[in-house]
């Protein structure tokens, strides 16, 4: 269990009927389907009843009762002292870089690989990300490739740390929990402590994943979630800020709902907010979601279980495993194929899809998008080969039976 993302290279073989194999694989699973989208969202309990009764009593917007009990249920569930509810997980994640204090011009250390909400919270906030590389057994910000590479690059002036290679601060960490195994967490908080950076998880995909018996999202100062609806929680749009810190929460829900001081009918705003909050339909639909959140967490694993089960009789490919001390939601499913080889990945993508099963590629990597050609990079030979590794497979909850 310890190589989880990367095949033990006496492992690495030919098989050039890998494409069909796994289309083949895939079909035992899951049966013949006219398409199977990667993941689609389940509305099995309360959604319905939770709608009708924010539009039978007209709070539909920006306030309301759902508003207040999706937080406090997801506070419970994370085992964190506050949440505060947002549009989506971008708008958590800027409001949460925000809150955290990252200043215009310092730099955010991001995975390149990530999906692009992560490197453009960072900009939003007007600072700089900087991108550094992935462990190819959990997929997240490798801890020790990481000191090693800040201890090269940092210089200490007047008591902060700066990249002497830019002349910015390094401000903060920002590790990403990818298809929702987590981190080595714990590792990257030692780093953070280290290296004196502001520590803000990306879980928008790990809600319902533990490690070590603790709910991601809260290791550092503030975590942030998605319930978008390709998440395995969906509220249509939305996302939430979690922090065990009651100021850091207060400052949050304060940014995020306009920075409105408080009274019954004056409009007095303290600062430039932001108007990120969740609107109280959406909130609904998340409370209910909530509810069935455990059933939906042991089908994913049941369906996880199908898949790891099935990709052991292929040659050339298995399944990406929860990480040791990691109880996974298994949010998407991933195959990662013996072989670094694009053209490899990209048959086993046109059979997959071809055969109607929503398989998709790793995002591209951040660092070689257009947009982000100027911003520091650490070496990312790690990221570069799971880019070509790694293929997600349908992982709706609903591809099992209840
Ligand atoms: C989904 C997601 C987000 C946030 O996305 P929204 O669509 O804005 O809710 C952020 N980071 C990662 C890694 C994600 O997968």
């Known amino acids: 269990m310890s190589e989880v993302l990367t095949g033990q290279p006496d492992r690495v073989r030919q098989n050039p009927d890998l494409p069909m194999a796994m ?54 569930y994370c085992s964190a002292a506050y949440a505060v509810a947002t549009a989506n997980g971008t708008s958590a994640l800027h409001a949460a870089l925000v809150t955290a204090g990252v200043l215009p011009g310092e730099e955010v250390l991001v995975p390149t690989l990530t999906f692009i909400a992560t490197a453009n919270a960072v900009l939003y906030a007007s600072a700089v990300p900087h991108f550094v590389d992935s462990e190819k057994h959990t997929g997240g910000i490798d801890p020790e490739a990481l000191d090693a590479y800040l201890a090269g690059i940092v210089e200490q002036r007047s008591g902060r740390n700066v990249n002497r290679l830019t002349g910015r601060p390094i401000a903060a960490l920002l590790p990403v929990h990818i298809f929702g195994h987590a981190c080595r967490i714990e590792q990257l908080a030692a780093v953070a402590e280290k290296w004196n950076l502001l520590l803000i998880e990306d879980a928008a995909e790990a809600l319902g994943t533990f490690y070590n018996g603790r709910h991601l999202g809260t290791a550092g100062k503030l975590g942030c979630l998605s319930f978008n609806g390709n998440k395995i929680v969906t509220t249509g749009g939305g996302g939430a800020i979690l922090t065990n810190d009651p100021e850091l929460a207060a400052r949050a829900k304060h940014l995020t709902t306009t920075a409105r001081v408080p009274h019954r009918w004056s409009f007095i705003h303290d600062e430039t907010g932001f108007n990120y909050r969740m609107p109280n339909l959406n909130a609904a639909l998340g409370c209910a979601q909530l509810e069935r959140l455990p059933d939906m967490l042991a089908r994913k694993r049941q369906l996880a279980e199908l898949y790891i089960r099935h990709f052991r009789e292929l040659d050339g490919a298995e399944i990406v495993m929860e990480p040791a001390g990691c109880e996974s939601n298994y949010w998407l499913v991933a195959a990662r194929l013996d072989r670094a080889d694009l053209s490899q990945r990209d048959a086993c993508l046109e059979a997959l899809v071809g055969a109607g099963y929503g398989a998709r590629p790793l995002w591209t990597p951040m660092h070689r998008l257009p947009m982000h050609a100027d911003f ?27």
């Open 23 to 76: 289309v083949a694989a895939v079909r035992d699973i899951i049966g013949a389907v006219n398409f199977a989208p990667l993941h689609e969202p389940e509305f099995r309990g309360n959604e319905k009843r939770y709608v009708s009764e924010c539009i039978d009593t007209g709070w539909v917007s920006s306030v309301g009762a759902f508003v207040d009990r999706f937080e406090r249920d997801l506070a419970d």
């Open 376 to 402: 520091p990079s650490a070496p990312l030979p790690v990221a570069e080969e799971l880019e070509h590794r790694l293929i997600c497979l349908p992982s709706s909850p609903g591809l099992v039976a209840t």
